[in-house]
């Protein structure tokens, strides 16, 4: 298969939701990935086919005046524009409460209806590593292997985003450890390519099949050295060793 050079940067447009491993674990700071000081990381990521959409670029808010009021460079009494957001935005914002939830779960008589892009709340919550709002909507009952575009799971953009809080309450509620997007990759894919450590051990935790390979045939640890995410390599390394260690003792 033909590959332009269309590539994602670790940010994943902000589309941007620790657990002992065989050969040694990382500290549980309490944080997510994207907290690490990891100046190495790469500015870009996997390859993909031009003639499919990115399964990495969710759609997002694009308001200048709502990033400028969060930010708090903007006097609210001072704002010509009147910010409206939809349930999915202040799904993506953290800025949901349970009766809200409630509410629109009434409204739509569903939770996981998608806005125009084909995203559900859970998607939006889950790349903006909003984890009370990821709580709040499974707990109302979205589905936690819902399909956006690409075939794009919740669990796929909080490992694009490094948010293993959201990673881990996921797979806790049934998320799919080894589901593929529509070009093969997988959320240890993601993570490792982010150079997200924390999140890829969460993932390992669950599943240390690491031979998994995407269209491309890149696996995991192949983007993490391809990507110079060090912090990642270091640890698929490490759980590597361990697995060809215990197979050595037996």
């Given at each position: ?21 065989p ?12 907290d690490?000081d ?9 390859v ?5 959409k ?6 997002r ?14 006097e ?6 009147e ?14 409460t ?5 509410a629109?779960?009434?409204?739509h008589?569903d ?13 939006w919550a ?21 399909m956006?575009?690409d075939?794009v ?14 990673v ?31 999140t ?7 599943d ?8 491309n045939?890149e ?6 050295v391809?990507n110079?995410a060090?912090?990642?390599q ?5 759980y590597m ?10």
């Amino acid at each position: 298969m033909k590959h332009t050079n269309t590539v994602l940067t670790n940010q994943v447009n902000k589309v941007s939701l620790e657990m002992v491993g065989p050969a040694g674990s990382l500290p549980n700071n309490g944080h997510s990935d994207e907290d690490e000081d990891v100046r190495s990381a790469p500015t870009s990521m996997l390859v993909l086919d031009a003639k499919r959409k990115s399964a990495f670029l969710p759609y997002r808010p694009q308001s200048t005046v709502l990033t400028n009021l969060q930010r708090g460079n903007t006097e609210a009494t001072f704002c010509p524009v009147e910010v409206s957001l939809s349930f999915h935005e202040r799904a993506g914002q953290g800025e949901i409460t349970e009766e809200q939830v409630t509410a629109e779960r009434a409204r739509h008589a569903d939770i996981d209806h998608k806005d125009d892009h084909g995203f559900t709340a859970l998607h939006w919550a889950a790349s903006y590593g909003q984890l009370v709002s990821v709580q709040l909507l499974v707990s109302a009952g979205a589905n936690v292997n819902i399909m956006a575009p690409d075939l794009v799971s919740p669990l796929l953009l909080a490992a694009a985003g490094g948010h293993n809080e959201i990673v881990r309450f996921l797979l806790d509620h049934g998320a799919d450890s080894t589901h593929m997007d529509i070009m093969g990759n997988t959320a240890l894919m993601y993570a490792a390519a982010g150079n997200h450590p924390h999140t890829c051990n969460e993932l390992l935790a669950r599943d240390l099949d690491l031979s998994a390979s995407n269209e491309n045939g890149e696996t995991a640890y192949s983007l993490a050295v391809q990507n110079g995410a060090h912090l990642a390599q270091a640890l698929l390394e490490q759980y590597m060793t361990g697995i060809i260690t215990a197979g050595i003792s037996l």
